[in-house]
């Protein structure tokens, strides 16, 4: 038994992924050091931030250990009870949870504060490769379940709301149905689903917005027409009806194709639409100035674009080497909003110039190739899978998030991973390391 453990614990040792980790230990180096450079005008202030990082690394680290030690073949058996118990969570915090920039979504402990979401997208991803390695593909039965999974995460999330939040369930569902082989038609689907589920509102919100298009009397009736819901009504049943007419004349050409195909083209737009209504209800007032601002930073500078506008100021004073430690203007005299937390990236672009931010680009770029290394020499295809989709989130994070502060993305609230400010952040990223290296360690052996 001795000789068994000394075993176990050397290809612990031996097969733990070293460059991925120590990629995210000089990401975790340079957020530490941002978070303290951005909070360093106030010793209260700076030591809250640091300590509450340092709490949840420490928690973090712990948790790491424990799941790179665990087998993860286990979570392809249990993923019911996952299921189960990351609904438990979306579902309690709304009941015993406190209320955060207008959000009811962390359990407050006084020092720290959690936000079970960022663990549930986890265990999402955990049980959305489960249900991908255990059914038939070939057959389109399964994807009721991934809907319901899907939904069931984002409905519970929606109600307490947390838009932002969702946001990475769409990259990571894709990408798995998309390199676990489905068929194309049933992929196009599931993208059909999340267009109209996006574009809804979106599009409501522009065109309500852009007083410009209004000028046009045609435009300006359709657009305040949007605001009645029988307009949205009319317009799906006339796709829908389009829909079955193309079939319909195929088959009068001789062309067969499967009732069943249209069906179900029809149902996605019909859930699409329908998940379109919680997004709309979901967004904020400040949410939708800032898809607004994301066209024009200039309609509203000193209000929703103001973010955006000072964050462009701080990366590009940066230039080359930066402004030095604690000596950015924008980051010291709290031009930047949110910067320890949404604009973290800036603070590294304004005090480490162009060479920090590059260097900051290569070792997250080193993370997510590792990441992918790891799904690609993974034993099993649910290990592959489980690893594909959380270098997917991590992808997701970090493109929208370093677009964001560089406006060519709308601010959506979403943390940079290892750097951002925020215990649930880093702990639930550590989490995720240890399910990667769990894969990276067994790839040669089942215990």
């Known amino acids: 038994m001795i000789i068994r453990e000394k075993d176990f614990f050397h290809r ?17 180096v340079i957020g530490f050091t941002a978070i303290y450079s951005s909070a360093s005008n106030c010793i209260m202030t700076s030591f809250k931030y640091i300590s509450v990082q340092f709490t949840a690394l420490g928690l973090g680290f712990i948790a790491f250990i424990m799941l790179a030690s665990f087998n993860y073949q286990y979570y392809e058996h249990t993923y019911k009870f996952i299921y189960t118990l990351s609904i438990i969570l979306l579902s309690s915090v709304l009941i015993f949870g406190s209320v955060k920039r207008g959000t009811k979504g962390w359990f407050d402990f006084g020092f720290i504060a959690f936000q079970p979401v960022e663990i549930a997208k986890i265990m999402f991803i955990l049980v959305l490769a489960s249900i991908l390695n255990r059914k038939k593909v070939k057959k389109g039965l399964f994807l009721i379940h991934i809907f319901l999974a899907f939904f069931g995460h984002l409905l519970f999330i929606m109600l307490q709301p947390d838009f932002s939040s969702t946001l990475s369930y769409f990259p990571i569902t894709l990408v798995l149905l998309f390199v676990s082989g489905i068929d194309l038609f049933y992929l196009f689907c599931v993208i059909i689903l999340c267009f109209f589920a996006m574009s809804i509102p979106l599009v409501k919100i522009f065109l309500l917005q852009m007083e410009f298009l209004q000028n046009s009397v045609f435009i300006a009736n359709f ?10 009504i009319y317009i799906i049943v006339i796709i829908i009806l389009f829909i079955m007419s193309c079939w319909w004349f195929l088959q009068k050409l001789r062309i067969k194709i499967s009732i069943i195909y249209p069906l179900i083209l029809c149902i996605s737009i019909l859930l699409g639409c329908m998940a379109s209504v919680f997004i709309e209800k979901s967004l904020k007032d400040y949410q939708k100035k800032r898809l607004i601002v994301f066209l024009n930073p200039k309609i ?10 000072q964050s462009k100021i701080a990366i590009g004073s940066g230039k080359l080497f930066g402004k030095g430690f604690k000596n950015g203007t924008q980051t010291q005299l709290g031009f930047l909003p949110e910067q320890h937390t949404d604009f973290i990236f800036s603070v590294i672009g304004e005090e480490g110039g162009w060479i920090m931010s590059q ?14 290394i790891i799904s690609k ?11 594909l989709g959380l270098a997917s989130m991590f992808t ?7 677009g964001m502060v560089m406006g060519i993305m709308p601010v959506t609230g979403i943390p940079l991973p290892f750097l951002s400010y925020g215990g649930s952040s880093i702990f639930s990223s550590l989490c995720a390391i240890g399910i990667l290296c769990s894969i990276s360690i067994r790839k040669h052996t089942y215990y």
Not at 12 to 28: G, T
Not at 223 to 232: D, P
């Open 12 to 28: 612990i040792i031996h097969n733990m992924d070293y460059c991925l980790i120590f990629a995210v230990m000089i990401l975790l």
């Open 223 to 232: 657009i305040v027409s949007l605001k009645n819901s029988l307009t949205m």
């Open 300 to 309: 509203d500078p000193k209000s929703s674009g103001y973010n955006i506008t």
């Open 359 to 372: 260097l900051t680009l290569i070792f997250y770029w080193i993370f997510i190739w590792r990441s992918l």
């Open 377 to 387: 020499e993974a034993r099993d295809k649910y290990g592959s899978f489980v690893a």
């Open 396 to 402: 997701f994070y970090a493109v929208i998030n370093i």
